[in-house]
């Protein structure tokens, strides 16, 4: 086995690619290029490659590769029989793969219509599996038992799937029609509720909703009213939710619902009314919450002083419930926004200090410091900065803690101060927004970081486990999702081994899935710093790496962007993970959002384009770069020291929001505007992505970024 593992690895590292370009190395060998047409879908392509081979100058395991790449060419392209007949020769080098290639069998014979052979094999590939095959074998074989009307089967393979598994949604859909193909009324009913309560958002959610019709119990009301409302079913979720309320004998349900209602009424901007329906919630049923969303909603209707003070309330009367440092922060910030200074630095005192563990703790203690700095109280305002450095354990918080008391000192004319904490707040570079800022301040070109390490990579040696065996063959076949699969099962097993986890990271390059990468690259930073190793800046360009960079500098010179600047924005966007798409419906590497990506199409005069483009990385990086592009020249016309943290802002929150933002935010002091920003995710966003930039253009360039934030403000 180690043997094995060791000889597909040689094949599949000997070189790198970025995904849809072919290395050298690949053009010269046909059987990867043929992989690489297989991961890509072009199965007419591989297959015509794969025919064209000489046998006699392949060995053993060679001609067992070019059998199974056949045999999912013809599968692909509904040439059933030969690929069965492909499949009969199992495995052979393969050995690793005996479940898969049964269920690829299997798959081809039951459309090559003999269902009955596949049973056999579809059983077979579960019971020879673990993790997501064998879900997947069982779900088939399930379905093919209820299309040859054999429900007693049916039932039995469904139910295998019910508890846990990767298939539980699909598996309760098809258990819930087999049981109404048998009468049996009242156990269709309680899976399908079973359905919506679990996976309420989803298809299958919706299609056992319309299938029960009449829902009877409070439980049934309920579950489909939150169900209904999560599909933006808003009218049929208010009716069943109000019934609940008017019908129920149960205080219990009648306050879930009451307070589920008041959610409906929020998710469609009907503010009003959902603040009378959360107040009900609170006072008439005691649902604590009722009380700290119904400050949400006084918020939202501009009426910052009383949510403010609702939200105290609501922390004040419920200390312990989750939810309590958040009333305080929002009160905090709602009185700051209507310049009650005051209010707003004794919230945040107390927040920081009676919730010193919370996530809202370490920003709570730096805004009551900022509040100060905005009043021109600097040495106050330093001393809570300072505060807040010692205080936390973050390091992002303190390099921001540091910063800050810098600029305070700055203020103050005593320079020399300024100049250490400066200092002290570029030492934590490159893992923070304001250790980059300070670099920037400081004007520091200098290595943060040893090149590389001063001690010999150490690793313990490890034999390669079934799942990332099974990985390295599906690559060397061209199936790189489902080889990314067993390598995913894998990664637990290596998170302490720095050597193991270097060669994961590979393979994931390798096959594309460089989302996975970055992820396994962060391991194996916490590994080196476990094993003592310190950090260079190797480590660095590991953590920060230039995927896709020819479409990315094509990009850059085509749209005139700094190519640093698309590769921080793709990092922060998408992690480099080409099949990301966000809740809002943005997608791709870039994250351009359908309607976006047809304008930017329409200005390149790209008529070819579809919206499922923007799954291609090229088509992403082009679509977004033109858009980022455009930010940039927008703001570029006022001349302005934040046009950056503007185009960025406009990036994410839409440029509407950015040109209100750019009338009324701060614009003499850089770092005051990005910290106005009102959006935590935006003003957030725009601080990852200058991290990004300024480590992007130190690796590459061996200097800092200088011009995208100003050093001076």
Known sequence: MLFLAVGVTVGLLGSLCVPTHLAPAERLDPLASAAHMISEGDYARALKLLRELPGERLDQWEMDRVRLQKGLCYRALGRYDEAVAAFDGGPGGFESLASYVDYWKADALEKAGSPELAHALFDEASAGSRGWLRDAATLRLAR????????????????????????????????????????????????????????????????????????????????????????????????????????????????????????????????????????????????????????????????????????????????????????????????????????????????????????????????????????????????????LANRTDENYLKDQGHYWAAKCYTELKRDDEALYWMERAAEGFPTSYYSSRARAVLGLTTPAYPPAPDVEREGTPYEPSEEMVRGDLLASLGLFREAEREYRQTESDYIANRYALNDLLHRYERIGSMDRALRVSNYLLNAERSSGVPVTMTVFRRLYPTYYWGAVNRTADEVDVDPNLILAIMRQESAFNEHARSSAGARGLMQVMPATGRQMARKIRDRDFTVEDLWKPNTSIRLGGEHLSDHLQFFKKQEDVRRLGLALSAYNAGLGRARRWSERLPSDDVDSFVESIPFLETRNYVKLVYRNYQVYTYLQNESDGLLAMPAVN
């Open 144 to 387: 093919s038992y209820e299309r040859g009307r054999e429900f007693a089967k049916a039932v039995q393979a469904y139910e295998r799937l019910i508890g846990g598994s990767l298939e539980e949604r699909a598996a309760l859909a098809g258990l819930a029609n087999v049981l109404e193909r048998q009468q049996d009324t009242a156990r269709t009913r309680e899976i399908r509720l079973q359905l919506i309560e679990d996976y309420g958002w989803s298809s299958e959610a919706l299609g056992a909703l319309r299938s029960m019709e009449t829902f009877s119990t409070d439980r049934e009301r309920f579950h489909a009213g939150v169900a209904y409302a999560r599909h933006g079913k808003y009218r049929t979720a208010t009716r069943l939710l109000r019934n609940v309320v008017q019908d129920s004998d149960d205080p219990i349900w009648q306050g879930r619902a009451q307070y589920e209602l008041a959610r409906v009424y929020y998710r469609k901007r009907d503010y009003r009314t959902a603040s009378r329906a959360f107040d009900v919630a609170y006072r008439t049923h005691r649902v604590p919450k009722g009380l700290l969303e119904r400050a949400r909603c006084l918020v939202r209707m501009g009426d910052d002083l009383e949510g403010a003070r609702q939200f105290e309330l609501f922390a004040s009367t419920f200390p312990t419930i989750s939810g309590a440092a958040e009333g305080l922060w929002q009160a905090a910030m709602a009185y700051e926004r209507k310049r009650h200074y005051k209010n707003a630095r004794r919230v945040f005192i107390g927040l920081a200090g009676r919730y010193s563990k919370s996530d809202y703790a370490g920003q709570a203690l730096w805004r009551a410091g900022y509040i100060q700095y905005k009043r021109g109280d600097y040495e106050a305002s330093a001393r809570d900065f300072l505060r």
